[in-house]
């Protein structure tokens, strides 16, 4: 059978069962006596397990199953998740993480020797408690926990039957671990295997269970829908099995006279009783069939078709935009009323596309916490991440490129900005430090915030290493503002730290985070302030295809201004315009704003400006900062589709894109970001 077809698919629910693995032992290291989180940890190895077996990954599927071996007398209580464990389960998903990528990149699995270093690993905790592991006694009725439970209620919900199956082995068996891999093959293929007694490890180790009658016994929960007599019978054809046994398993959990306190508050009991057998499949077939009229309201769809589909949008929206123009310019009702209809249509469509492009920013938030995890370790450093507005959406582009960047930020809180547990101490802080990374929506933009409660920056300091660097001068130094001051954090080469560590200090990474944030659309600020801790604050916008926009012109030339930046448009008389340091400024409500003359700021060519008429003035604004953009004439509020262009075709970035207007021509979106 050709897998190829399916590989997109591993792929995805391989993504996701990593960062869920990812996410509950975070969980585990905290609350290690969990059997919740245990049983998802344990669930998700199991799918991985069965997953990259199907496809043929045997070293995912061999790393995953001893995951499985070790999770066993954790979630039975035998054994305590220490820190021990913990990480090496954390190596284990480095390694599955590195496979995967593999898989990702090659189609095929890394050939590597840590996979099998991580396995001797796993085997070597598992083999050290293989003694108390074999306490089934195969007399009594077959316990489970509460993952075994839900499986087998959801087996139940499928209309299989779980059933306990015990095999005695003849005691003259020379190779009893053998006949105990023939019964294994067998019964996978018949069902699913939901729990086998004893495990692989003890097996090899030659520890089985035993009765009276025979030393070598197995005891598997299988969920099935073969006849109890096919079971047999296929078992009995293999040589040197003595015995098979096989019962059904209720789905009625109840409580072992015999249980510890320490046993699990929840058990499923083996019962010989067959009555309810039919009633128990029209449940299952009626619980499977609301499943499946679920699960078929979403459905996975290959991002390239989203974006191909994003596209036709917007060319629809660009001659959308063209007919509606033209029905006017004609005057002609009907074919207005035609294109206000299309108009209405082509919104909804937009709309609907819109929606399907966006998504939760969770997808990067969730790389963080092992990342703060394992740097604090490192560092030697207490650290508490707190994560807020992860539900909140964002544009499927910007997700793709704005990892990295919070990558660093997130470091650079954690080396450069919380200090040592002792050095919190002797400032009267918490010793354990404190990150929070939020997000939340401000009009149609996304603003990201990663604060500490560390040292914070000294606005002096920043000063002096700019100018020992040659970034600025003195006398540029003394009239800068303390917005100004932080800015120079971005500069390329740019580092107040004396001594370089492996993770951050040398003045590369900050210019970067800035140039990715600035080709976003997007703008990235810091705030300060001495012992109480820094603020990086990056402002997106939500989308990055299609967005509504003023259009308006300075001699021939149109430009776009995105609509969510703009706080209004007034007139202002030229004798108003007054200066300050050598910059022009007006005063709007008693509040000063900078002025910027467009067509000085891109040369218009052939623009000559009245000096004697009022000027039309734009005012934008961004975060707390405003600027005031003096523009020869107003078009109109329109949809427009942002298009990339060449950043070669202008240095200063002021250019954020263009698009192609109703009647053709080409105009240029405005980067407000970098104007201000």
Do not use: W
């Not at 030659?206 to 197995?218: K, P, R």
């Not at 040589?239 to 508050?265: F, G, R, T, W, Y």
Request: glycine share 6%.
């Amino acid at each position: 059978m050709n897998l190829e077809q399916y590989l997109g698919l591993f792929i995805d629910e391989s993504k996701e069962n990593l960062q869920i693995l990812n996410d509950n032992l975070l969980k585990l290291e905290k609350a290690p006596a969990s059997t919740e989180i245990l049983n998802e940890i344990f669930r998700v190895a199991h799918t991985f397990k069965g997953m990259s077996r199907t496809m043929g990954f045997n070293n995912i599927a061999d790393l995953t199953h001893n995951m499985e071996n070790l999770l066993e007398p954790l979630r039975s209580g035998k054994k305590q998740a220490d820190g021990k464990i913990v990480d090496i389960l954390f190596s284990c998903l480095d390694k599955l993480e590195n496979l995967v990528d593999s898989v990702i990149e090659k189609g095929t699995e890394n050939k590597d020797n840590l996979v099998n270093e991580l396995v001797e690993k796993l085997k070597a905790v598992i083999n050290s408690e293989s003694s108390e592991q074999s306490n089934i006694s195969v007399g009594q009725k077959m316990e489970f926990n509460e993952y075994d439970r839900a499986v087998i209620d959801e087996a139940l919900s499928q209309g299989l039957i779980p059933k306990e199956i015990t095999v005695s082995i003849a005691n003259e068996c020379v190779l009893p671990g053998v006949r105990s891999y023939m019964v294994n093959s067998v019964l996978e293929n018949m069902g699913e295997i939901i729990k086998y007694c004893p495990t692989v490890e003890e097996i090899e180790s030659g520890v089985f269970l035993q009765t009276n009658d025979s030393q070598y016994v197995i005891k598997v929960l299988l969920a099935t829908k073969e006849d109890t007599e096919e079971i047999k019978n296929k078992l009995l054809d293999i040589s040197e099995i003595a015995n098979v046994e096989v019962i059904n398993v209720s789905s009625l959990a109840q409580k072992a006279e015999n249980l510890s306190e320490d046993a699990s508050s929840k058990i499923i009991t083996v019962e010989e009783t067959e009555a309810n057998e039919e009633n128990k499949k029209e449940d299952g077939a009626q619980v499977q069939k609301g499943i499946s009229k679920v699960a078929n309201q979403t459905i996975r769809v290959n991002s390239g078709r989203l974006d191909i589909l994003m596209n036709l949008v917007g060319e629809l929206v660009i001659n959308k935009t063209r007919v509606f123009q033209l029905s006017r310019d004609l005057a002609n009702h009907d074919l207005i009323n035609a294109a206000g209809f299309m108009e209405n249509i082509t919104g909804e469509i937009q709309e609907i596309v819109m929606k399907l492009r966006l998504v939760p920013i969770d997808q990067v938030f969730n790389r963080f916490p092992r990342l703060v995890r394992d740097i604090s370790k490192s560092l030697n450093k207490d650290v508490n991440l707190v994560i807020k507005g992860k539900e909140i959406e964002i544009d499927r582009a910007v997700i793709d490129e704005i990892g990295d960047p919070l990558v660093h930020l997130i470091r650079n809180s954690l080396d450069h900005g919380l200090e040592t547990p002792e050095d919190r101490i002797k400032k009267d802080k918490p010793a354990k430090g404190t990150i929070e990374l939020s997000a939340l929506s401000e009009g149609d933009n996304i603003l990201i915030r990663i604060s500490d409660d560390g040292r914070g920056i000294d606005p002096e300091k920043i000063k002096k290493k700019a100018i020992d660097k040659g970034f600025i001068t003195q006398e540029t130094a003394r009239s800068m503002s303390e917005n100004e001051i932080f800015d120079l954090i971005f500069k390329a080469g740019f580092s107040t730290v004396e001594v370089a560590t492996d993770l951050s200090g040398r003045g590369v990474g900050m210019d970067v985070v800035k140039s990715k944030v600035s080709t976003l659309g997007g703008t990235a600020s810091i705030s300060s302030k001495v012992d109480k801790g820094t603020t990086v604050t990056i402002t997106l916008p939500s989308t990055m295809a299609i967005i509504q926009a003023l259009l308006v012109k300075t001699g021939n030339e149109t430009y776009a201004l995105p609509l969510n930046y703009i706080n209004e448009v007034i007139d202002i008389p030229a004798a108003q315009v007054k200066k300050i340091q050598n910059r022009e400024v007006i005063t709007v409500r008693d509040k000063t704003i900078p002025l910027m003359r467009v067509a000085e700021l891109l040369e218009t060519p052939d623009y000559e400006e009245d000096s004697e008429k009022p000027l039309t003035v734009v005012i934008v604004r961004s975060h707390d900062r405003y600027c005031g953009l003096s523009v020869s004439e107003l078009i109109g509020q329109q949809e427009i589709v942002i298009k990339p262009i060449n950043k070669k075709l202008c240095s200063e970035n002021f250019i954020s894109g263009a698009t192609t207007l109703g009647n053709g021509d080409v105009a240029f979106i405005l980067n407000i970001n970098t104007l201000i």
